[in-house]
């Protein structure tokens, strides 16, 4: 070690903050301590050496104390490159030198060129927090073998001369605070008192009875004495004070008037604590009060409010230095003023450098604004602030509050906001997309920097089908990740791992980079340089349906509540997801049940026939309406619209019942539509199927002369259904009569029924439909039939395929709020060979539609 390692030394002290922190506590403590030079010349005598000296070592070396040298001739603060005590601290044991002049790490120091130093024994001296504050050495003019004996009498030494220093800084602080203590009695004229709530004995100081104008003759020693020289209007508040303090066992503060004898007024700030016996109940309140009427207005007063409040306080001169610090500032930083003043702040707390901190403060003094702001600041002090600054023409005043639990609460309320929302956004979702595919945007940034959500399709392929980042610029490139990573992670990724396993996996950013091959996905997780993430499987029951992977900030990791509060969302999600899926399974077995009991349409040969039939969406897409054609015995065309009051299973098997038993007395008995439905009412009475339903049927009638003259008979019966609506060849729509509609089927058999004719050109087209196609919440069912025939009117030229596409379309949109079935008839506008076997009445049959164009 040479001269330039003795500069390297001491720039490591200098860097320490801790240490010299320490080191100025004790500089200060231990000024005027004659201990302090007994213990060096105590070393000097028992190591026979002709001189020792204690070194503190903060910025600079500052002497102690000091023995064997001539009075004046100690430089009492010398640079720390420029003195062996340095590396003494430095070392780890005790630093022996026979001869300086010889080291090469000190034979340049004045010291020793000068002669002063030429053997030297120095021992580092330790504080109770392991802070090296200084050094304990002794030296002489000559060379000098120093002894095992020697180093251990010097370390001893050392040691109490730590506990010297110690006891000179507590004994010295406590000094000063008795002191202010003392003092600030003094000044502020402050009196005591005690209140026997047993017996009401109330006993003042002199300084307090002074204040209320009383003398030991007048003053009686109760509690009345105090309410007599109360203003009255402070009384009841005062009183009210006094009473919640000694219900509560708690602190009493009030600041009130005082009316004194002569008539003169004073204002007296008191504050107590009632303590509490062995019941708990309260037994005395103590206290102290003082007369504040001239700290009222004025410096006084302001200095004493900011000391006095809940709240740090600091001021900031326009060199960026500490000019004021209250004592709620001292507590939060942890620092005393004297170590504060004076200070630069950038210096004092690294932290705030390139910070929220330097930044508003910057503004503030820049803009000439106040700025309001959150921070958090890393260990020592580790924890959340809410800031207040604001420029004044001699700086920046800055006052601040810990928020540390605050944030902590509102953590974990967000935390519980999430899961709700979470929650209720699961709670809608019926299909498996959008049961998850949301889920990332809902928990970032709440609870991490970006997440992407895998699914695992039906085919057992895992796919990523949600993904979302907090900072909008890089969304992008998530996208893009997403899209390709899956494909080239191995089978041993984090994301396989908790697919396979159901359970968290962790993973750094770099353990996953070196799973990926060489390519775009590598460079993607690359530029987005995540700080860890987490695997979360999605689970449902019994089996893992998918993952939630959630990725940390850069050089940042996730919390153990952000994680447990993940894996609650994750849960939700797999169960939301299980749920939709078994959702799709019963929707897709029950609208195939309901198809299986609506059979195609005939074919006539003059006519096209044509069906729809949607499932309600918020009902179990199984229900009572139903549609059906088929021909007569006669020939004659027969087409029926009906709908069982309900939407359940039990609707869509009484509707199978009741549509098997219309169709069977229609084709045996060849009877007209009203004969039709009162068979039907009748046999539901005699088969008590306790249901009701409506129904609307129409037969298609001709006769030659008809068919050569191009008209056709609609002969039909309506039971409590809608009526058909017919559709002109000139494209106009048909009001058949006005609507009346006969009773419910299953009310009474007995009933009487009617039945309408009416006459129909070639080229008309007539719609029977159920009233889940023009009922809606917000409008009435004339409204209803209003729009469906004006829509009619807009597409009757279409194809009668298209023509129904398009009456869906435009009237429930895909979506119906009740089931809907639709048939409707297009009577040809030329004849078409007619069937060998066809009756004098028959109505040709119509092609059928192509399932794949009936809405499902």
């Not at 240490?19 to 213990?39: E, M, N």
């Amino acid at each position: 070690m040479r001269a330039s390692d003795l500069d390297s030394a001491a720039e490591a002290l200098r860097g320490d903050l801790a240490r010299v922190r320490a080191a100025r506590r004790l500089r200060i403590a231990q000024a005027g301590s004659p201990a302090v030079d007994r213990l060096v010349e105590l070393a000097a005598r028992l190591l026979d050496a002709q001189a020792g000296q204690i070194s503190l070592l903060h910025d600079v070396q500052s002497v102690a104390g000091v023995a064997g040298l001539p009075p004046g001739s100690a430089t009492r603060e010398t640079g720390l490159a420029d003195t062996p005590c340095t590396l003494a601290a430095t070392d780890a044991d005790v630093l022996a030198i026979p001869d300086t002049r010889a080291d090469e790490r000190v034979a340049h120091l004045p010291q020793v060129t000068g002669g002063l130093v030429v053997s030297y024994l120095g021992a580092p001296l330790t504080d109770g927090e392991g802070h090296v504050v200084g050094t304990l050495c002794v030296f002489d003019p000559v060379p000098r073998e120093w002894t095992g004996t020697d180093v251990a009498t010097l370390r001893q030494l050392a040691a109490s001369v730590v506990t010297e220093l110690e006891y000179a800084a507590l004994t010295g602080e406590y000094e000063r605070q008795h002191l202010r203590w003392r003092l600030a009695m003094d000044a502020g004229r402050v009196g005591t008192f005690d209140w026997d709530l047993r017996t009401g004995e109330l006993v003042w100081d002199d300084p307090l009875m002074a204040v209320f104008g009383y003398t030991l003759a007048d003053f009686d020693g109760t509690i009345t004495a105090f309410n007599r020289r109360l203003h009255p209007d402070d009384l009841p508040r005062v009183s009210e004070a006094l009473r919640a303090c000694i219900d509560g066992c708690g602190d009493f503060e009030a600041e009130y008037r005082v009316v004194r004898p002569d008539g003169e007024t004073r204002w007296v700030q008191a504050r107590g604590r009632a303590l509490a016996g062995p019941d708990g109940s309260a037994v005395r309140l103590l206290g102290a009060a003082f007369d504040t009427t001239e700290d009222r207005t004025g410096d006084v007063r302001v200095t004493r409010v900011l000391e006095a409040m809940p709240a740090g306080f600091y001021s900031l001169d326009h060199e960026w230095r500490f000019a004021a610090v209250n004592a709620e500032a001292e507590r939060l930083l942890d620092r005393s003023r004297e170590e504060l003043l004076g200070e630069v702040i950038w210096t004092s707390f690294p932290a705030t450098v390139n910070s929220i901190f330097e930044e508003s403060y910057r503004s503030a003094v820049r803009t000439g604004q106040p700025v309001h702001f959150d921070a958090y600041y890393p260990a020592p002090l580790d924890g959340w602030y809410e800031l207040r600054a604001w420029p004044t023409p001699e700086g920046l005043s800055v006052y601040f509050i810990e928020v540390t639990e605050r944030k902590r609460a509102e953590r974990s309320a967000q935390r519980l906001a999430l899961l709700a929302q979470v929650s209720a956004e699961l709670a809608g979702a019926l299909d498996a997309r959008s049961a998850t595919s949301h889920l990332p945007r809902l928990v970032v940034p709440t609870l991490a920097e970006w997440c992407i959500v895998t699914v695992v399709d039906a085919d057992g392929r895992a796919r990523d089908v949600g993904w979302w980042h907090a900072d909008p610029a890089r969304r992008a490139l998530v996208e893009r990740y997403a899209a390709v990573r899956l494909d080239a992670m191995p089978a041993t990724s984090p994301v396989a791992r908790a697919l396979l396993a159901g359970e968290a996996v962790r993973a750094g950013a770099a353990e996953v980079r070196e799973l990926l091959p060489t390519g775009e996905a590598r460079d993607l997780l690359a530029a987005l340089a995540p700080g860890s993430a987490v695997c979360l499987p999605l689970r449902g029951r019994g089996r893992v349906l998918g993952v939630l992977t959630l990725y940390a900030g850069p050089g940042e990791s996730l919390t153990r509540d952000d994680t447990a509060t993940a894996q609650d969302v994750a849960d939700r999600a797999g169960l939301a997801l299980d749920n939709a899926r078994l959702y799709a399974q019963q929707q897709q077995l029950a609208e195939g049940l309901q198809r299986s009991l609506l059979t195609e349409p005939p074919e006539p040969d003059h006519a096209e026939i044509a069906v729809r039939y949607l499932p309600a969406v918020e009902a179990a897409r199984v229900g009572g309406d139903w549609y059906d054609a088929f021909l007569q015995p006669s020939g004659a065309t027969m087409l029926v619209i009906g709908d069982v009051v309900g939407h359940d299973t039990a609707a869509a098997a009484a509707m199978g019942q009741l549509r098997g038993l219309l169709r069977g007395i229609a084709t045996y008995s060849d009877a007209p539509p009203v004969e039709v439905l009162r068979g039907l009412d009748a046999s539901m009475a005699v088969l008590q199927t306790h249901v009701l339903a409506t129904a609307a049927v129409a037969r298609f009638e001709q006769t030659d002369d008809e068919r050569r003259r191009g008209i056709t008979r609609m002969r039909w019966a309506n039971a409590g259904h809608l009526p058909p609506l017919v559709i002109n060849p000139d494209g106009s729509v048909a009001e058949l009569a006005a609507w009346k509609g006969d009773l419910l089927l299953g009310v009474d058999p007995e009933s009487e029924r009617q039945e309408s004719v009416v006459t129909l050109d070639r080229g008309s087209t007539v719609l029977l439909f159920t009233d889940g196609l023009v009922e809606r919440r917000d409008a009435d069912l004339d409204a209803g039939m209003v729009r469906l025939r004006e829509a009619l009117v807009d597409i009757a030229h279409l194809p009668l395929q298209q023509l129904l596409d398009e009456v869906v379309e435009r009237l429930v949109d895909g979506r119906p709020e009740d089931d809907v079935a639709l048939v409707a008839v297009r009577l040809h506008r030329q004849d078409r060979p007619r069937p060998v076997e066809a009756g004098p009445n028959d109505v040709p049959d119509v092609v059928p539609p192509d399932p794949a164009s009936q809405t499902q």
